[in-house]
């Protein structure tokens, strides 16, 4: 009788492993486009879009970020979010470079899907290249602004003279 | 001493104050607009383009059928796709495809062959027409369309050069002459011949003559230019009955930048006014630009997309096909139930392998068989079957469908069934027939088979309206047409012709039919497109959905690893890791840990037995790689109880 139960208990402990199966979960990340680029003049900004999509099975919690040495210029917006499966997140990326950076910088927008556990927890991420070209402002608005700031800087030097 | 140290600065400060205000104050303009061309992010392109978006309809069209071609001559200058513009329905290309039978115009013609292939599409076939050849058709007396008229010229011309035809051809030669010789004395060109000049029609006929090779240095582009510089008026822009218009400047300015001048130039500024600002003067709120201010104009977005163009220093022709070398050629394969293949090809020389033997051939002349394997190679590909085991190459099969008793596949160049292979069939060298030779037809058959020809006397008509379809047969003796009696029409259904080989047909339902004509003992016709009412079936409608994959993407399994219970100094077992490159193109993908444990992870992890940092691999596009976790405890760590890290596998596309 016994042994008849645990043969019982046995098949029924199997079923329910065969009907549920264990299911590896998985991280994913995906994004478009491939690879970002942004024409600015210093101190103007310049945004583009970078799509990310969750390509796992699993909710997974996305961070978007930019290299440390460029980290100041970016302004990422959402910067971490929380995605569900094939669930599409549209990320504004804003650059405004700073006054002295006219030139051609290369970088990379970091995306990272993360699952957070007690454990390893494993993720999957992209590098997302990023062509900046930061062009000087035409000539005579360079003159402009430096004869600007010298006329401030006498005036503020007579003032001074005139008050004493 | 300090009194006049104090004198001149407050001199030179004021001086400085004053210069400032002006140079920050006054070139404002010239600030924003000194940056000329402007790109697709600027403001004033990128409301244009918004206000061209909010007027598309779930047809596609934006402002009917020709303002749709020039819309998307805007949106392709611009940088974007077309295809992708739609208003929750058809694209506006779509809307131009389905509309093609609408042209019926010189200026038609080229309008749509200049917005196809600004679109990347195909002149030659699209919408069930080819364009090129009908602009072609319209050359007569030494120019195109209408000799008393010259605009035809200039966009007949334009939309040639665009698809790719040479300059040195006679119909470029010539128009391009016809145009020249009917500048006006003072030297400006008008819509018509003999007809008082104009800056829009002037600019034309710059645009075109510089796309057609001209100098810009030339007597006919100097004089051009100079009448256009005679009719800017104060305010930069350019004279039209008798005040400047968005339409006017958008043109004078594309003819500037044709012959390589910049029009925010000195050269082209009056009163410290260039002509980009008084197009940018009529742009309004909605980023639309009006004809003038308060005044709409005709057609709004035919004057924004015009503006976006100028504004964006480009011109028309938007894209030019580059001129294929070799000789062009129509292909047309009719197998035993239909239609195998047609469309152009640019055939030279050709190196074709015999299927029976593997010996590879080259064929140094454009040949007839040279040009059915250059259409085999198109997008919609076949398969052909060459032999070379009776003397020449010879076509046994194509598509599959082998020879069968007397029936087998022949060729006819201009229906004429010439006497040599189709290996040695030389084209515009070979006799008969006579060169031109413009179309090369192979179909399954016997050699008795004769070519039918089917024509129709309207290519558009409207619902319930008669159009006629005519069918000819070829005569191989006499080499002409005669009508064809009985032959059997192919269009909603079945029709016969009559002994006149004519059969007359009314349609009421919506849609374009390509229609043909068989007949035993013939060969089937070729198709024509007849357009009845809209041209789109409501009968059928097909949702059409497609799922982008990411440009990259990546999935790693599991999606964490717990280790197990570990003893300082042990090694914990191998855990499999998978990562799938999910997306369309090669990544490599390294690997970086971290964690909040000592170092637990960030020390002792290591990824197919090597440490983690040395992780790199490439993953082709829908591959996978399998690669072995293992952690390792060193024998002095200190940490108790469960530790948690990060591993994360980052990909970027392979160099």
Redesign the interface.
Known sequence: MQGRWLLTSFCLVIAVILLFPVS????????????LEF?AYPGRS?SETL?V?N??D?E?EYRVYAEEKYKNWFDITPSEFTLTPSEVKEVQITVSPPLLSVGDHAD?I?V?A??P?????????????VHLHIASW?L??A???V??L???A??F??RR??VR | MADIT?RI??F??SL??I??LI??IL?IPI?AY??YPL?S?DTEIASALDYLRNNQTIQGDIGGFGTSAWATMAVAAAGEDPHDWKAGGDSIVDYLAANAGDATSVTDYARMTLAIIAADEDPTSFGGRDFVNLLKGQYNSGQIGDTSLLNDDFWGVMGLISAGESPSSEIIANSVAFIKNNQNGDDGWSWGVGQDSDVDDTACAVMVLIAAGESSGSNAITNGLNYIKSQQADNGGFLSWGATNADTDSWAIDAIVAVGQDPVSANWTKNDSTPVDDLLSFQQPDGSFYWQNGTPGMSVPKTTASAILALLGKLYPVKILEPEEGMQVYVRIEGQSSNIWSGNVTVTESDITADNSGTTYHLSDPTALGALDEASNHEERFSYYVTDEYGGLYAESIAGEQPSGANGWMYRVDYYSPSVGADQFIFAETTPPAPPHEEVLFYYGAWTDLPLKTSVNKTAVAKGEEFSVTVSVYNDTAHDWSTCENATVYVDHDYTTGSDGKVNITIDRDDTFKLFAEKSGCIRSNEVSVKVGTGVSSQAQVSLSVT????????????????GDLTPGYTSNACG?T??N??G?SVTVTA?TTDQAQGL?VNG?KLDNNSWRSFSKTIDANDNLQTQ?K?AVSLNYAGVG?K??????????AS
């Open positions: 590896l979960l998985a991280a994913g990340v995906g994004i478009a486009p491939k690879e024409n310049a799509y999509i390509t796992g699993s997974a990379y970091y990272a993360t699952n556990s007690p454990q390893l927890g494993m993720g999957a991420g992209i590098k997302v290249p035409p005579y608005v003159i402009g602004m004869v600007l010298a006329a401030l006498v005036f030097v007579w003279s005139r | 104090k600065v407050a030179l400060g400085l104050l210069f400032a140079l920050t070139p600030v000194s940056d790109s992010s982008i994959t990411p440009a990259i993407s990546i999935e790693v399994t599991p999606n964490s690893i717990d280790f890791i990562i799938d999910k997306g193109m970086e992870f992890l976790a952690l469960q948690a890290g990060t591993l994360i596998f980052w990909a970027e596309e």
